[in-house]
């Protein structure tokens, strides 16, 4: 069975609406947010975004949404964190930041 991009943006919306808490972390410090950065979804993103969830948390290494998002190559999900003013200037463990990734 194949399931639908638009299915999991209207899941998350009624996770939200439910007051889902949009910065809960796995156990490597890694939120939706970032899933959905890396996964290149720009929607979802913004979604979350709206929902009040953090673009500058960083995960167990230290990388941020907007590294995660750099790193992948999602130039539209890099947008849309810039536009959110994500923070250009953090570093990870290893000492890059998201133009350097």
């Not at 969830?53 to 230290?62: F, T, V």
């Amino acid at each position: 069975m194949r399931v639908s991009g638009r299915l999991h943006v209207d899941v998350l919306r009624l996770l939200l609406e439910a007051r889902a808490l949009p910065d809960a972390s796995d156990s490597d410090g890694s939120t939706a947010l970032m899933a959905a950065a890396c996964r290149g979804s720009a929607e979802v993103v913004q979604l979350l975004l709206d929902a009040g969830a953090q673009k500058d948390l960083c995960d167990s290494e230290g990388r941020t949404v907007l590294m995660t998002a750099a790193w992948c190559g999602h130039l539209s999900v890099v947008r849309v964190l810039l536009e959110s003013r994500a923070q250009v200037d953090l570093c990870d463990d290893s000492g890059s930041t998201a133009g350097a990734t």
